[in-house]
Structure formats: C-alpha cells, structure tokens
C-alpha cells in the first residue's frame, strides 16, 4: 500500500530554520499537503496542494516539492509551533484514497 | 465558516458496533462540491484515514478497514455518520469527522472536527 514517510523528529531553536520533509512515490503526479496537530487538538492545515498557505496561517510557514519529495518549512521558528507535524497525500487510484504521512514531532527550544 | 462535531458513545464492548455522527453547521452537505471524511487516530500514534461519502451517497472506505465500514449520510439533517463493526481493543482511538475538498485534481480535508475519543472495553 502506500506510504508517506517522515522523520520522527526533527529539533530547532527559536528563531531558526526548520525542515520537514516526507517521501512518497507519488508525489511527483500528486500534490501535498501538511497538518500541525498541537497536542490534545485536532489537525490544522498549514499548507495544501504543495505550497499555498491557508488564510490565517502565518508566513513563515511554506511548501515545495520536488519529485519523490515534499518539504515544509518553518522560518523563523517560534515556542509555539511546537507539535507534531503529518504530512498528507492521495494515492494514484482513481478513488483517491487519503494517506497520511508517519509524523514528526517539531520540538522548539 | 464549517463547523463539524462528532457524537456517540465514548465506550464500547468488543465485538460490538461502533457508530459516531457528525453534525454540520455553517454548510449544507447537499450543496455538493464537497466530500465528508473520518479519520481516527490511536493513543500516541498518527491519523488513519478511514473513507469518505457524498452527499449522493456514493462511498469509498480504506481498504484496510473496508470489510467493517460503512459510511452514510443524512442530508435532511446535514449530518454523516460511521460505522464500525466487530471493534477489538485495536480500534480504541480519537474518532475525527472533517470535510474533504478538491483542488488541482487532489483532495483533502479542509476542516475538521474537535474529535472524539471512543474506548473499546468490555
């Protein structure tokens, strides 16, 4: 079946860069699209169909993909985007069955 | 904007059904444009996608849990539902309904509802 894979982790200081990145096969024909779930809440989109921003999301969070590979980005990292990040695709039936991605916990300090 | 918010019992017997309603605010679901999902999510671990509905009616269920769900809609009440048979303890999770649009030839879930945590114990 497919599957997005992320890191499970990934650490940064306040005010610098992080990346997350998430592997699929089908990404090249599929777009991608990330969740921040802070813990004890439901998922909030943060970025769809590769790098578009949803309103009320702030800047420092965007997108690319390239081939096999998705990334998000936060620049400039703050205490509070500390949560767990999911990576989100479909699969290349024509059901377009929803995958997520394995996660990877965003820790700021 | 959409609001959705799942309900139904917080715990269920093994082998048992389990069966959680999303009600929709701040839309129609009849208006068409738009799918309506479930995902669920083990204690600790990450989100499962678990199928969709339209508001014709037409489904599509993951095919991991397909043999034991069903998806249905009630548009007069502008609400979905799910169903989930013969539940062990491995289908203990947090139970999300959301709404699921298209763009660019993809789909996703846009919004989400705040979850809901069903325990399967005897």
């Known amino acids: 079946s497919y599957e997005l894979t992320q890191p499970p982790s990934v650490s940064v200081s306040p005010g610098q860069t992080a990346r997350i990145t998430c592997s699929g096969d089908?990404?090249?024909?599929?777009?991608a699209y990330w969740y921040q779930q802070k813990s004890g809440q439901a998922p909030v989109l943060v970025i769809y169909?590769?790098?578009k921003r949803p309103s009320g999301i702030p800047e420092r969070f965007s997108g690319s993909s390239s081939g096999t590979m998705a990334t998000l980005t936060i620049s400039g990292a703050q205490v509070e985007d500390e949560a767990d990040y999911y990576c989100?695709?479909?699969?290349?039936?024509?059901?377009?069955?929803?995958?997520f991605g394995t996660g990877t916990k965003v820790t700021v300090l | 904007q959409v609001q959705l918010q799942e309900s139904g019992p917080g715990l269920v017997k093994p082998s048992q059904t389990l069966s959680l309603t999303c009600t929709v605010s701040?839309?129609?679901?009849?208006?068409?444009?738009?799918?309506w999902s479930w995902i669920r999510q083990h204690p600790g671990k990450g989100l499962e996608w678990i199928g969709y509905?339209?508001?014709?009616?037409?489904?599509y269920y993951n095919p991991s849990l397909k043999s034991r769900v069903t998806i249905s809609v009630d548009t007069s009440k502008n609400q979905f539902s799910l169903k989930l048979s013969s539940v062990t303890a491995a289908d203990t999770a947090v139970y999300y309904c959301?709404?699921?649009?298209?763009?660019?030839?993809?789909?996703?879930?846009?919004?989400w509802g705040q979850g809901t945590l069903v325990t399967v114990s005897s």
């Open positions: 959301a709404r699921r649009a298209r763009g660019g030839g993809s789909y996703y879930e846009d919004y």
């Open positions: 701040g839309g129609s679901i009849s208006s068409g444009g738009y799918y």
């Open positions: 509905i339209y508001y014709s009616g037409s489904t």
């Open positions: 089908a990404l090249p024909k599929k777009y």
């Open positions: 169909e590769d790098s």
């Open positions: 989100y695709s479909t699969d290349s039936s024509g059901n377009h069955r929803g995958v």
